[in-house]
């Protein structure tokens, strides 16, 4: 079977769902083009075509644990949109993750197993992720 490449995730290694999200890319078959965005960063129109396709405002996409948003003060909801959009610019780590591309649309797979919706097919069984739960059966199914 051919790799098909036509998948694209904006991933942190740091992140356990990041790394289950790319496992579970990669059990089906795909090599991905991977983004490290915490090393490339961002850039505003990036972002705002990444949120309008997933259908995600800046305010959704906001990473609010294990990020700066508290003590840069982007918690409120009087925020606006504008003013998220440039500080994720500035500290790309404000980006909930992971973010993934594929043929069949944009998504924040968070969950995890959010990705298989992105497949055209799923990765042979069993899979777990890193935690344990099982998200794809021995016969090849999705779990739950």
Not at 14 to 21: I, Q
Not at 33 to 50: D, F, R
Not at 88 to 103: D, E, K, T
Not at 110 to 116: A, C, D, G, I, M
Request: proline letters at 9%; hydrophobic letters at 40%; charged letters at 20%.
């Amino acid at each position: 079977m051919p790799e098909v490449t036509d998948v694209v995730i904006h991933h942190n290694p740091d992140c356990g769902t990041s790394r289950n999200v790319l496992a579970i890319i990669e059990a089906a078959g795909y090599r991905p083009t991977v983004i490290e965005y915490l090393t490339t960063g961002w850039t505003k129109p990036q972002l705002l075509g990444l949120f309008a396709t997933a259908g995600l405002t800046p305010r959704a996409a906001l990473r609010t644990t294990k990020s700066p948003a508290q003590e840069l003060g982007l918690l409120d909801p009087a925020i606006s949109d504008e003013a998220l959009l440039d500080a994720m610019v500035a500290h790309p780590i404000l980006v909930n993750r992971p973010i993934v591309c594929s043929a069949k649309g944009v998504q924040l797979c968070r969950p995890s197993e959010l990705v298989l919706d992105l497949l055209d097919r799923l990765p042979p069984g069993p899979l777990a992720k890193e935690d344990g739960q099982l998200i794809i059966d021995a016969a090849g199914n999705r779990v739950g």
